[in-house]
């Protein structure tokens, strides 16, 4: 299994400050076709998931460019600029490059 | 837009069997190339892949459940649905259906998700 880890658990950020999230697999992330299936997603409260970044760093349909997605291989991270309300809930890590798995989540919430 | 709402009972006696239907709107369950997955969360809010089903028959399932579930289509009603057999109160969890046309965005359209709680 892939397990991913996810840092921090918590992350308190200021109206319009930057967050950063950290995922970390305990095994390399590339593919055998040369791509790296590493997702990040966001929760809302009382909402389901929704998918934000793809195969590391492609913002999907409607993600605003506050989103960004870098890293390679084993570790990856997910960075927001100018945290706005909306932002609040947990956000996911995720890989398919064996079968789906997810990080724990990091709850962001605005201090 | 694909959207999709899941349906079933709330509430399952444990050794008994889950059972969830997705219906499903914008896209045909049949399409050769959308993954219909079923996806659920714990109470302490982990998620976990459970399984899918891809271009009508090809079937996936996350190892840790030992061949407990099972995914399938109803064409004639645009739905695709879970079984999971042998449940214990360790799958009592809110049940995700999703869909996405491509690997690299497995869940990119989700139901609102339903809670199941399995006690006698």
């Known amino acids: 299994d892939f397990v991913l880890t996810q840092t921090p658990l918590s992350s308190p950020v200021t109206l319009g400050q930057s967050a950063s999230i950290s995922c970390r697999s305990s095994?390399?992330?590339?593919?055998?076709?040369?791509?790296?299936?590493l997702s990040w997603l966001h929760q809302r409260p009382g909402q389901p998931p929704r998918l934000l970044i793809y195969k590391i760093s492609n913002r999907f349909s409607g993600v605003p460019d506050r989103f960004s997605g870098s890293g390679a291989g084993t570790d990856f991270t997910l960075k927001i600029n100018r945290v706005e309300a909306e932002d609040v809930g947990i956000y996911y890590c995720m890989q398919a490059t064996l079968f789906p798995t997810f990080g724990q989540g990091t709850r962001l919430e605005i201090k | 837009q694909v959207q999709l709402q899941e349906s079933g009972p709330g509430l399952v006696k444990p050794s008994q069997t889950l059972s969830l239907t997705c219906t499903v709107s914008g896209a045909p369950v049949n399409s050769g190339v959308y993954y219909w997955s079923w996806i659920r969360q714990f109470p302490g809010k982990g998620l976990e892949w459970i399984g899918y089903i891809y271009s009508s028959v090809t079937t996936y399932y996350n190892p840790s459940l030992r061949g407990r579930a099972r995914v399938s289509l109803d064409t004639s009603k645009n739905q695709f649905s879970l079984n999971l057999t042998s449940v214990t109160a360790a799958d009592t969890a809110i049940y995700f259906c999703a869909g996405g046309q491509y690997w690299q965005t497995i869940f990119e359209d989700w139901g609102q998700g339903t809670l199941v709680t399995v006690s006698s």
């Open positions: 095994q390399s992330l590339v593919h055998s076709d040369g791509n790296t299936y």
